[in-house]
Each structure stands twice: as C-alpha cells, then as structure tokens.
C-alpha cells in the first residue's frame, strides 16, 4: 500500500478489490492496515474485500486492465469490456 501511496496511484483509481490470502490467514490485519492507510490518505472508495482470485480458491481470474463495475449494494464485480481478445 505504501508504494501505491508514493506513485500517487490511490489517488486516480476509483475501487479497489483485494483478493483473499491463502487460507485467510492474517485476512483482518490486512484489511485494518488498508483501512487506516485510506484513513491517513483522506480517501473514500469502494473497496471490495475477500475476493476470490489470484492465489485463493476458488481460484477466479480478473485479467489486469479489464474494466470492471463495483456495484456496492449488491456486491457485484461486473466485467463491463471483453477481457479476451476478439
């Protein structure tokens, strides 16, 4: 997070999504140190934990640089582009 922080990066993005640790283990000082990182950084975006890609499983598969919908009240990523290649 600190280097997101020093790129300016939080400061563009609009939602974030973080995927869940292996087993959940050590899933609530992670979400506690990216709450008070937002804190720090007066910043308010959605943020959608526990998600299921990268190293979990079920193992799920966002490409990087798809567009995605974080659709707070139902608890939805939508992928709004094709993430393949037509």
Known sequence: MCSLVAQGILKEIK???????KDETYYEEYKASILQVMAEEKLEIPIF???????SVPIGIIPMGTEVELNCEEKRIILTECPTIE
């Not at 974030?16 to 640790?21: A, S």
């Not at 934990?49 to 190293?55: A, D, L, P």
């Open 49 to 55: 934990y526990n998600v299921n890609f990268g190293h």
């Open 15 to 21: 939602g974030m999504m973080i995927g869940k640790p």
